[in-house]
């Protein structure tokens, strides 16, 4: 009983540890960690008359109390994390994981294969991950593809059978994919090196093999053979670039841990962003469900425990949002104020946010509202839009080398196309293939004109195309004093990235995103738009052209044609009475002849 418990609370250590509270029945309900064990277990009887119910139910029920005692408070942490996830007792917090991300593994087996799976499997294999885009994973692994060869079949190459000549090579080594270790090719030292390699370039580790790939690119080229030197090469440049696109903040910063949380009642979020050399490796997030009202400390501080122990995390710095007062081995704790370390807290912060909101739309008060609105309210939190866009325009570029250059305004309201307000544009002050100077020009034209007409201007503006584009149309916002009240993306077509302008990494959203179809339904409607002026412009030209060479027929000529008539196979199509009334019979009879005579 209580009562019996309390008479013993003086009796214990002050020494740091955990200590575990049993009910009538012998069964743990709680388990904690203290610095100072006599301090904390008391307090818990001391406070009993606080408004907290949960705690006043669970110190109600304690029977008996067992506690361990241990060096530090680093011990207690790792300690207390593995009992709760043994024990799992009834008050403690619940981490509810996300089962369903990819991970990467090197399998555990001679000749190891690498793939993507969503299940761990204690078999001793390497895991890579989680990583919460499909598409990360899909990217690393063609890197992977493209620099080494691997194995994908399930044969097991044992030393033993490869010697009996079990196997036979397959396609893959026909189409120069494999090098067939299954058939004694490729030696085991060779494939186990570029797996080594690989694991490296999962971990972050990319520099590393870059070192050796130049190492041995230099040893192929002093003994002049020269073709396996431009193979490694080619290597080099691809890592080069798969670098290039992951680095986000100062490569210096390498082997960092960065975790940040969201509190909500009786729920909190965690993001763990791993950093090595100055690239994303990892992005994870878990919902706890805090049953005991904890504090923020206590439960960033049982996340980050838990995660490093999950992923085996050896970062020796760690990035929080605020002080946590605890030691975690020798690791260092910052608190980032600016620079680059303070926007990869933030970074990790509004992938918590987005992560919280896919929660959010499994609520009820998501679910009542239409279909449209759904779309709208998500895609305003997913792009972290000031307001609700009821009002999008998106632009578009066409031209061909620089010719009929030409862009598109498309108009959706209220998530659908309102094609009544959709604007053609003729690029009027840039020559040549401009892309960046075109979106400028468009961008400038289009709001300046609303601006004199009063008219409502967009709450999202959409750009098709990269960063370079979206900062040519800010640029133009930016001169109009419009870059506070209109938000502007761009949506890049190849890996449909979304650049926003406070990030500075592309935002990946799922394939299955509502908020990604309505952005491509609006893009390609832009893009079809231009294309589709492209091509009336540019065969009214060529018309222009050919009929500028029957003799008597100049540009006064066609201007006063094509004012009535949009193209030639319109022309060709009226009466020559008609053409007659136009352009008198002289110039009418020329034209008409030409196009029904001389074209039989």
């Not at 000749?111 to 969503?118: L, M, Q």
Request: hydrophobic residues 35%.
């Amino acid at each position: 009983m209580i009562e019996d418990v309390n008479s013993n609370l003086h009796e214990l250590p002050s020494n740091p540890g955990v200590y575990q509270f049993f009910d009538k029945n012998e069964n743990i309900i709680y388990i904690g960690k203290a610095k100072n064990l006599k301090k904390r277990i008391n307090s818990y009887f001391n406070r009993t008359s606080s408004k907290n119910n949960k705690l006043k139910t669970l110190v109600n029920k304690i029977h008996d109390i067992k506690y361990f005692i241990v060096d530090n408070e680093s011990d207690a942490l790792l300690l207390e994390n593995n009992l709760i996830k043994k024990y799992q007792p009834k008050y403690n917090i619940l981490l509810k994981d996300d089962k369903t991300y990819p991970w990467i593994v090197v399998k555990n087996e001679w000749f190891p294969r690498i793939f993507y799976t969503r299940n761990i499997i204690e078999d001793g294999s390497d895991y890579f991950g989680p990583y919460t885009s499909l598409l990360m994973v899909k990217t690393l692994l063609d890197l992977i593809r493209k620099l080494y060869k691997l194995r994908s079949c399930k044969y097991s190459l044992s030393l033993e059978n490869i010697t009996k000549n079990k196997f036979n090579p397959c396609l893959e080594f026909h189409l120069n994919n494999c090098n067939a270790p299954c058939i004694g090719n490729q030696n085991e030292y060779d494939y186990l090196n570029s797996i080594n390699q690989i694991k490296n370039i999962l971990k972050g580790n990319i520099s590393e093999v870059q070192e050796h790939l130049k190492t041995l690119m230099n040893e192929y080229s002093i003994n002049y053979k020269f073709e396996e030197a431009q193979k490694i090469k080619d290597k080099l440049e691809i890592l080069e670039k798969y670098q290039e696109k992951s680095c986000i903040v100062n490569r210096t910063i390498s082997n960092v841990d960065v975790f940040t949380i969201l509190l909500e009642s009786s729920l909190a979020y965690i993001n763990f962003i791993k950093v090595m050399a100055g690239s994303i490796i990892q992005s994870y997030n878990i919902e706890i469900l805090n049953r005991l009202n904890e504090n923020k400390t206590d439960l960033l501080i049982y996340a980050i425990i838990d995660i490093r122990q999950r992923f085996k995390s050896t970062a020796n710095e760690i990035l929080v949002p605020f002080q946590l007062n605890y030691k975690i081995n020798n690791t260092k704790i910052t608190v980032p104020k600016t620079g680059d370390k303070k926007h990869l807290l933030e970074l990790s912060e509004r992938n918590l946010r987005f992560f919280q909101l896919e929660k959010l739309k499994k609520s009820e008060n998501y679910h009542n509202k239409s279909k449209t609105d759904n779309i709208l309210y998500s895609l305003k939190n997913d792009l972290h839009l000031k307001e609700i866009p009821i009002h999008i325009e998106c632009f578009d570029n066409s031209n061909m080398q620089g010719k009929n250059a030409v862009a598109s305004c498309v108009v959706f309201k209220h998530g659908k196309p309102s094609k009544n307000d959709y604007r053609h544009f003729n690029i009027k002050t840039v020559y040549g293939p401009n892309d960046y100077a075109s979106m400028a020009e468009i961008v400038y034209r289009r709001y300046s004109r609303l601006a004199q007409e009063k008219d409502n201007y967009p709450q999202l503006i959409i750009i098709d195309g990269g960063r370079g584009q979206l900062m040519s149309a800010y640029k133009s916002l930016k001169r109009l004093n419009l870059e506070n009240i209109i938000s502007i993306i761009a949506i890049a077509k190849k890996l449909e990235l979304i650049y926003c302008l406070q990030d500075a990494i592309p935002i990946y959203l799922n394939k299955t995103s509502y908020t990604l179809k309505l952005l491509q339904q609006i893009r390609n409607e832009a893009h079809r738009f231009a294309i589709s002026f492209h091509a009336l412009k540019r065969d009214k030209e060529l018309s222009i052209n050919e009929l500028e060479s029957i003799a008597g027929i100049g540009p006064s000529t066609l201007r006063i044609l094509y004012k009535k008539y949009k193209n030639l196979k319109q022309i060709e199509n009226i009466h020559y009475n008609e053409l007659k009334l136009l352009l008198g019979n002289s110039k009418a009879s020329r034209i008409f002849n030409y196009l029904h005579k001389n074209k039989k």
